[in-house]
């Protein structure tokens, strides 16, 4: 099934993008098998045990396996892990959207490079030494970024401390075409 981005999506990830996101342009595919493939052809490469769900961005078309929960009343319950997932998967929609097609060669080189480790950027505790030592969010690879604002959004949506993500959101709220 392919859709737009519905106007609460839109109003979740804007507390992420802020207006550096033409969301508009945004596709959603939902119940395709083909990101499961992706993840396993992955696997093979990686030598780890394929994701169990797994989406891939192209450009501002969002690939998943399941239809996404993220209707009002999942946010509101904080049923947020759909919803933390399209946040991800809308990172890469704006790495495109600013980088171009870049990003995507990027994401494949880390996830065959680290594995796993291409989406660890040392949670709180990183980011703060990386903001002191002068690191910016463009400095992350893109699966990195993607997982910074991803842990935002679920720390916003539940009330907990988001200091050290500020200062990287705060890039992301910035750029605008």
Same mark, same amino acid.
């Given at each position: 099934?392919?859709?737009?981005?519905?106007?609460?999506? /839109?109003?979740?990830?804007?507390? /992420?993008?802020? #207006?550096?996101?033409?969301?508009?342009?945004?596709?959603?595919?939902?119940?395709? *098998?083909?990101?499961?493939?992706?993840?396993?052809?992955? *696997?093979?490469?990686?030598?780890?045990?394929?994701?169990?769900?797994?989406?891939?961005?192209?450009?501002?078309?969002?690939?998943?396996? /399941?239809?996404?929960?993220?209707?009002?009343?999942?946010?509101?319950?904080?049923?947020?892990? #759909?919803?933390?997932?399209?946040? &991800?998967?809308?990172? &890469?929609?704006?790495?495109?959207? &600013?980088?171009?097609?870049? !990003?995507?060669? #990027?994401?494949?080189?880390?996830?065959?490079?680290?594995? *796993?480790?291409?989406?660890?950027?040392?949670?709180?505790?990183?980011?703060?030494?990386?903001? &002191?030592?002068?690191?910016?969010?463009?400095?992350?690879?893109?699966?990195?970024?993607?997982?910074?604002?991803?842990? !935002? !959004?679920?720390?916003?949506?539940?009330?907990?401390?988001?200091?050290?993500?500020?200062?990287?959101?705060?890039?992301?709220?910035?750029? /605008?075409?």
């Amino acid at each position: 099934m392919r859709r737009r981005l519905t106007s609460n999506e /839109v109003a979740e990830a804007k507390l /992420v993008f802020a #207006d550096s996101l033409t969301y508009k342009e945004i596709w959603i595919y939902e119940n395709t *098998s083909f990101p499961n493939w992706i993840g396993r052809i992955g *696997s093979l490469i990686s030598k780890e045990d394929p994701p169990t769900k797994n989406a891939i961005s192209l450009g501002k078309r969002l690939f998943f396996p /399941v239809i996404l929960e993220t209707a009002p009343v999942d946010i509101a319950n904080l049923h947020l892990t #759909d919803m933390g997932w399209l946040i &991800h998967e809308l990172t &890469h929609a704006w790495q495109y959207q &600013h980088t171009g097609i870049r !990003y995507l060669f #990027d994401a494949i080189r880390a996830q065959i490079s680290l594995g *796993s480790g291409a989406y660890d950027y040392g949670s709180k505790k990183g980011l703060e030494d990386a903001h &002191h030592e002068g690191k910016h969010f463009i400095d992350y690879n893109p699966e990195q970024q993607a997982d910074i604002a991803r842990a !935002y !959004y679920f720390r916003l949506k539940k009330g907990e401390d988001i200091s050290a993500w500020e200062p990287f959101i705060e890039e992301i709220k910035s750029i /605008v075409d």
